[in-house]
């Protein structure tokens, strides 16, 4: 659990570092076995889905924490970065409203930037 958490609070300062929009955490533990942790952002174009992906890994890694499987990054649409307990989701704009995975996961807690400590 403390694992999960220092990387979610990673991910989100890179997401923020680089502008994403909309970054939303959802915490999942107590209702699915998948992760404790989604994060959820968007882009505005494709140039900067890249530029989010880019900098949760880079970030992540100098912290010693590796991807176990990363999905979608040719289409730049919606990239999927699993990290075991934490599971980010960077989308298009266009995507993520038409995915809606926050009310897909509206049963998770949502999470606060303030209660992240960030």
């Known amino acids: 659990m403390v694992n999960s958490k220092n990387m979610l609070k990673l991910a989100y300062e890179a997401l923020e570092e680089k502008k994403a929009e909309d970054i939303q955490v959802i915490e999942i533990k107590d209702i699915s076995v998948i992760a404790d942790y989604f994060i959820i952002a968007n882009g505005a174009n494709s140039l900067q889905v890249d530029a989010l992906l880019d ?3 880079d970030k992540l890694g100098r912290s010693g924490y590796e991807a176990l499987r990363v999905e979608g990054v ?3 649409s919606w ?3 699993d990290y075991g307990d934490l599971v980010v989701h960077i989308f ?3 995507d993520r409203l038409f995915y809606n995975l926050e009310r897909i996961w509206r049963d998770g807690k949502t999470i606060s930037k303030e209660d992240l400590g960030i």
């Open 92 to 94: 298009s704009k266009e």
């Open 55 to 57: 900098a949760v890994k």
């Open 74 to 76: 040719k289409s730049a």
């Open 79 to 81: 990239i999927l970065m």
